[in-house]
């Protein structure tokens, strides 16, 4: 069954990303930042979420990273689409940049609740998207310098790269949480990256419950 990943940093909306995969109709797991590496090889996977977190990319305390995975040679080298999040936007425009220069910088003032996002190109992740739309932040890191091959496709009056997409390759970062219902653009988001991904529509809650019942027969089975 194809599937999406959800990588978690931390974030108290983490869950609500692989929720509102699921509700589209693709299976979403969640994995911590730090898990094997074999789980995010997993050719099941069709796309990668990574998800918003409290840190800060420079912080000491910034969650720990699976060093073999979170380097831009892996996520090119994977060849599936990726979508960035709030935090993980940081984190990939970061890590992009390879340490030629700060990508990220605090800003001042933050962006906190529902913020004015203009659409400057509704495409990717974006498509369908109205010029103008409401999406909730909460941040006050930003990236200030973009990554090579990136462009611009959304911004807020106080975060100029709110929504930026390669210019090739299906990477999309956002700087907003497109999981809440105070973005109400948030379910078209997901489902264009569903749709980018190719991902199968092949999940249901029925189905993972008898799933679920069979793994655990076979467990008894294998017990008695």
């Known amino acids: 069954m194809d599937k999406i990943l959800v990588v978690d940093f931390g974030s108290q909306y983490a869950h609500l990303i692989a929720q509102s995969i699921r509700k589209l109709g693709v299976f979403a797991q969640m994995l911590e930042p730090d898990a094997e590496t074999e789980l995010f090889n997993d050719p099941a996977v069709k796309g990668i979420i990574w998800s918003g977190g409290p840190a800060s990319v420079y912080a000491p305390n910034a969650p720990a990273l699976n060093p073999d995975v979170f380097t831009k040679e892996w996520v090119l080298g994977r060849d599936i689409p990726f979508l960035f999040t709030c935090y993980g936007h940081q ?71 709110a929504a930026i997409e390669h210019i090739t390759l299906p990477l999309f970062g956002i700087q907003f949480h497109a999981e809440v219902s105070h973005t109400p653009c948030g379910s078209k988001i997901f489902e264009n990256f569903i749709r980018i991904c190719n991902a199968k529509k092949e999940w249901t809650p029925q189905r993972m419950f008898e799933e679920t019942r069979e793994t655990l027969r076979a467990n008894i089975k294998g017990r008695v």
Not at 101 to 130: C, F, I, M, Q
């Open 91 to 161: 984190l990939a425009a970061q890590i992009f940049a390879q340490g030629f220069y700060a990508a990220v910088e605090k800003r001042e003032p933050g962006e906190y609740g529902p913020t004015a996002l203009t659409v400057k190109k509704p495409t990717g992740v974006l498509d369908g998207l109205n010029k103008q739309e409401t999406v909730l932040m909460s941040h006050e890191d930003s990236v200030v310098r973009l990554p090579p091959d990136f462009m611009i496709t959304a911004s807020t009056e106080n975060c100029p790269a």
